[in-house]
């Protein structure tokens, strides 16, 4: 059983860049959550995604987008990018739909680290 | 609103010592709770949760915590450091009214030192 995958590991840019992540959630989730993780800090919820829509936001500029496909895959877009974007980003996947058995329990991937030049 | 608060942005601990890592939470209903662990350049996973059943939660590589609802709190703890402990780690409240979004706390760093 295949847990949460994330691409690519590392990737570097520069300012003004795009670019796109992408995250394949554990096998019978639907729901995808992106978090960004700057160095020495706690993650930072950026949106979550359940059935091809954006559910929930948190405090982050309208650079960042995403996108959820109908097998539930996800992708993290960021435009424009700052220094300040430098960071693990974070892919996790639940299971929001499932009456019942939602705890909240994420599952995380590995992280794409991104590094801003 | 429900809160996480980690007691301890950094903890150090001989090898072989009891770990205790404090969290105390703020919820306005029954939570669920977690902590998870972040290894150096990797992802979170997860140690242990607590969704409502027995209030003491035992989790992977020897750590337990304990539900206290009256005192609001749910401290990771392990008898015996191992060296492999050493890494960041994460207490989160599920939020009931909210699709149970995790609200996470700062994080605390674990040094195991020989």
């Known amino acids: 059983d295949a847990g949460v995958t994330q691409s690519p590991t590392h990737l570097i840019k520069t300012r003004g860049q795009q670019v796109t992540l992408r995250c394949s959630p554990k096998s019978g989730h639907d729901t995808v959550s992106w978090y960004q993780q700057a160095l020495g800090q706690g993650p930072q919820f950026i949106f979550q995604?359940?059935?091809?829509?954006?559910?929930q936001r948190g405090n982050f500029p309208d650079r960042f987008s995403g996108h959820q496909f109908p097998n539930y895959s996800s992708e993290l877009n960021v435009n424009a990018l700052l220094l300040g974007d430098s960071a693990l980003y974070l892919c996790?996947?639940?299971?929001?739909?499932?009456?019942?058995?939602?705890?909240?329990?994420?599952?995380f991937g590995e992280g794409s680290r991104l590094t801003v030049l | 609103a429900q809160s996480v608060t980690q007691l301890g942005s950094h903890v150090s601990v001989s090898e072989g010592a009891l770990v205790l890592l404090r969290c105390n939470y703020s919820?306005?209903?029954?939570?669920?709770l977690f902590w998870y662990v972040q290894y150096p350049n990797q992802g979170l996973q997860l140690l242990l949760k607590?969704?409502?059943?027995a209030t003491l939660v035992k989790g992977i590589n020897g750590f337990e915590a304990e539900f206290k609802k009256s005192e609001t709190s749910f401290h990771l703890t392990k008898p015996s450091a191992h060296m492999s402990d050493a890494a960041e780690y994460f207490c989160a409240v599920s939020d009931a009214g909210n699709n149970r979004k995790l609200i996470w706390g700062l994080g605390t760093s674990l040094a195991v030192n020989p």
């Open positions: 996790a996947s639940s299971e929001l739909g499932v009456s019942g058995r939602n705890t909240g329990e994420l599952f």
């Open positions: 995604y359940y059935e091809e829509e954006e559910r």
């Open positions: 607590y969704t409502s059943a």
């Open positions: 919820s306005s209903v029954p939570p669920y």
